[in-house]
Nanobody
Framework: QVQLVESGGGLVQAGGSLRLSCAASGSIFSISAMGWYRRAPGKQRELVAV???????NYADSVKGRFTISRDNAKNTVYLRMNRLKPEDTAVYYC???????????????WGQGTQVTVSS
């Protein structure tokens, strides 16, 4: 079994910064891409940023230049540094990861439980 645990959400004023972390644990053989998604109130979940195992990144247009995704492969952890936050960034942020477990060696996608980010104006 694999667990993804997020941390780092909270309340911040517009223009402020937060860093989210997501650590994967369990019977992990390897992790491919890791990413961050968000769901704002009344909206569908959307991709925020993704990073491959080689470190290649991709961002939603709305966060380019403000957010930075990174990962520590030794710790099975992905980070999201969020700068110049805006009220429209308010959402529940979820991490996900493509994981091959030791037991099955099958690539499956796992999700964290979500962490709330609230940006006040």
């Amino acid at each position: 079994q694999v667990q993804l645990v997020e941390s780092g959400g909270g309340l911040v004023q517009a223009g402020g910064s937060l860093r989210l972390s997501c650590a994967a644990s369990g019977s992990i053989f390897s992790i491919s891409a890791m990413g961050w998604y968000r769901r704002a109130p009344g909206k569908q979940r959307e991709l925020v940023a993704v990073i491959t195992s080689a470190g290649n990144t991709n961002y939603a247009d709305s966060v380019k230049g403000r957010f930075t995704i990174s990962r520590d492969n030794a710790k099975n952890t992905v980070y999201l540094r969020m700068n110049r936050l805006k009220p429209e960034d308010t959402a529940v942020y979820y991490c996900n990861a493509g994981v091959r477990t030791i037991a099955t060696m099958t690539l499956m996608t796992y999700w964290g439980q979500g962490t709330q980010v609230t940006v006040s104006s």
